[in-house]
């Protein structure tokens, strides 16, 4: 069994409306030292493969082909196994 | 100026309906070893702070005041100077 977290983020240069909202927010309670804010997605999943090397192809395929969108956003993982 | 990479997770035992539909859709997919999927937030963060000791306390307050919600929400953080 092993466990990947990945992480899903806009890439450079795309517009992120709801990182500028939480910044916004946060100036407004006084962080006024907080100069970006990106928002991304975390997921954490639980597969069954092989070995790593199978579990790292599995899991970047996923990642390619639903949990992050190509055209916008960028994708990380890492592996442990359980 | 330091990079805070905050991560915001369901605390064990909140169901998670976002993370369900993927890994439902995973398995239309053909991905039928994947047994549990969480969805959360991954925050990038750029911030001012004298040093590592006052970063950690800026996130640890933001994370806990705005970012995550205490009573669903667990969240981490690493933070790197630039």
């Given at each position: 069994m092993w466990r990947a977290e990945m992480r899903v983020t806009l890439k450079p240069g795309v517009l992120d409306p709801q990182g500028r909202a939480v910044r916004q927010k946060l100036a407004n309670l006084g962080?006024?030292?907080?100069?970006d804010v990106r928002v991304g997605k975390f997921l954490e999943l639980l597969l069954e493969a092989p070995d790593r090397a199978a579990a790292v192809a599995l899991v970047e395929e996923m990642g390619r082909r639903l949990?992050?969108?190509?055209v916008l956003e960028d994708f990380s993982f890492d592996l442990e196994e359980r």
């Open positions: 962080w006024t030292g907080v100069s949990l992050a969108n190509p």
